[in-house]
């Protein structure tokens, strides 16, 4: 039972890729509203999360961090903002895309197991991927302000603002959209997947409930 389930979660991990490949290099992942853009790619990494936990995000979110780092470069779409900052320095703009994304994986299996101790899987699934797209964000414009903040580029777009409301400002109703997508769709999908029995903890927590 045990193989069987490891190899249906791994299944799920690479279907999970896929379609991060498949948002990546398609305009499914993105919906570009100046020079950021909405992005639906938190979502499965939210989902990888849930279903192989820390390192099931860890990695699908360091292939959304790639994908996005090679935008920077043309490669699948353009990021006009990932353009200009590889421009000003590659390295960093390499950190600033690819570490975000990478450290929000990880984070979320820890925040789907904690919310499973306490919660139904409905609300699990959803707060996950609240946070996928927060954490992202949040990681994303920490990650922009402290590498490139000194440079001219971001300094014309803060525009002598407080960080904070220029980060507030910036990402606006971009990350407000994220968010709520998220939420909403990421508990929908993980409640299916531990109905189908996808998701271990959720069916030890759903055992342990039921004896009670």
């Known amino acids: 039972m045990k193989t069987k389930l490891t190899t249906s979660q791994i299944t799920v991990l690479g279907l999970m890729a896929a379609v991060l490949l498949l948002m990546a290099y398609t305009p499914l992942g993105y919906l570009n509203i100046g020079p950021l853009a909405i992005t639906f790619n938190v979502i499965p990494v939210a989902i990888s999360a849930i279903v192989l936990g820390p390192a099931g995000g860890a990695a699908a979110g360091s292939i959304f961090g790639l994908t996005s780092f090679l935008q920077c470069v043309g490669v699948g779409g353009t990021s006009a903002m990932g ?51 927060f954490l992202n964000t949040v990681f994303f414009m920490a990650a922009l302000v402290l590498l490139f903040g000194n440079t001219e580029y971001v300094q014309e777009m803060i525009g002598g603002r407080n960080v904070i409301v220029f980060i507030c400002t910036f990402v606006g109703i971009n990350a407000v959209c994220e968010m709520l997508s998220s939420t909403v769709l990421t508990g929908a999908i993980g409640t299916a997947l531990s109905r189908a029995r996808l998701i271990p903890a959720a069916q030890m927590q759903g055992k342990k409930l039921a004896k009670i």
């Open 83 to 133: 353009a200009m900052l590889f421009s000003i320095n590659p390295v960093f703009a390499f950190i600033q895309r690819f570490v975000p994304r990478l450290l929000d994986g990880l984070l979320l299996g820890y925040i789907f197991k904690g919310m499973r101790k306490k919660t139904n899987i409905y609300v699990s699934c959803a707060v996950t991927g609240f946070f996928s797209a």
